[in-house]
């Protein structure tokens, strides 16, 4: 089986690269998907593909993510973790110089997939990471710096492809961002965790039998399996927000292009301040607590926005949701990493599938109500998705760390 649970008296990797490889590791994910996002239009124009078509670059992405996030969840018992998170960060690597190199659409989408499966490889492994070598009072401090990583490539980013496109097209952003990028999180991340013990080092042949008892073992864990569906939930709220919330802002205030993206620019700063704030809330509340009410709180306002006619107060609601949903992402995070403390690779895989799927949910649930109900029934239907994540949280959950 995979590390067992870290005790309280571990005082952390003595590596002083390690924690900050997880954070750029993860970083490093995001700038491709946010480049694909950001220059749909352009990366059409390079292939002559309407928007509609290029934009299943970001499906096959989705799919690829999915899949193989759950095939982490067995990969993850017989191969050590940091060696997973390298080939991760290989995957990245390649997905961008594949996607810069690439001379027709097929291989764009192919290449841009790469980074799926990149990111399934990151993700679930740098949290896993974290509750291998940190005790249980720090973890959850550095579980939000990990997450905030994630989102900060959003905020910083996202203004500089901008600029680069603006100087040179795409390929030109993706040779002077997002390949350094990719690379140097490699090497940080070799320094980081080559020198790092690894509990799930030099583990014998595992058969089929025991891959499948360790989904087993999850997916009948009452509270792994509420930690898992909360995610599922919160993931699909938050759609609200980062799929549409500029839309609406455009279509019903007449925002400009460059205002919408400024309003985006200072969410995702929000998200990130909720995300590292997470530690200090954690410590106070506890997991349970803060996944609980922050995934509340972030429902409620998200039900709120479409319904504001004040612009400012609708900004206000929109950073709300921002900050909320990062605490939510980093306290729901730690607690599914207490859930199974044998299998916390193949937990964490399950959890980044789970947490994709209720994207993917929440954009088609979404774009139903958008239709049916306009912004007014978008911003329910999904906002009761938090709130429903809530009471998952709150009814199913356990936090196996508390004294009982």
Known sequence: MSAPSASSDKSGPTNRFFLHSLVVSNFAAGALPLLGSLLLIDIGSTFNTTVGVTGQINTLYSIAAVIFAIMMGA?????????????????????ALGCFLAQDFPTMMTSYALSGIGWAMISPMSITLIGEHYPT??????????????????????????????????RYSVLAIVIPISIASLLLAWIG??????????????????????????????????CLTGDFLRAGSFIAILIYSASFGRQRFLQSRDTASLI???????????????????????????????????????????????????????????LFSGIVASSANSLSLEQVPKLRGTMMSLDTAAINLGSAFGTIIGALALITFDYEGLGLTLGTLGIIAALVFTLFAKDPTKTR
Not at 269 to 276: A, D, H
Not at 284 to 310: D, E, H, M
Request: glycine share 8%; charged share 10%; net charge positive.
């Open 137 to 170: 009072e720090k973890r959850a401090k550095a579980v939000g710096l990990v997450v905030a990583g994630g989102a900060l490539v959003y905020f910083i980013g996202a203004p500089i492809i901008a600029l680069t496109a603006n100087i040179g097209g795409w």
């Open 264 to 322: 985006m620019l200072v969410a995702a700063l929000c998200y990130t301040i909720g995300s590292m704030t997470c530690g200090t809330i954690v410590s106070r509340l506890g997991r349970k607590k803060s996944a609980v009410f922050s995934a509340l709180l972030a429902g409620t306002l998200t039900t709120l926005y479409a319904f504001i006619p004040y612009q400012p107060l609708y900004i206000a609601l929109v950073f709300g949701v921002c």
């Open 75 to 95: 990969l993850s018992i017989r191969f050590r973790h940091n060696l997973l998170l390298l080939t991760g960060l290989l995957f990245n690597t390649a997905s």
């Open 193 to 226: 965790l080559h020198s790092t013990q690894d509990n799930n080092k030099n583990k014998p042949s595992l058969d089929l039998r025991t891959y499948l008892n360790s989904f087993s073992q999850v997916l009948s864990n009452h509270s792994a399996l509420a």
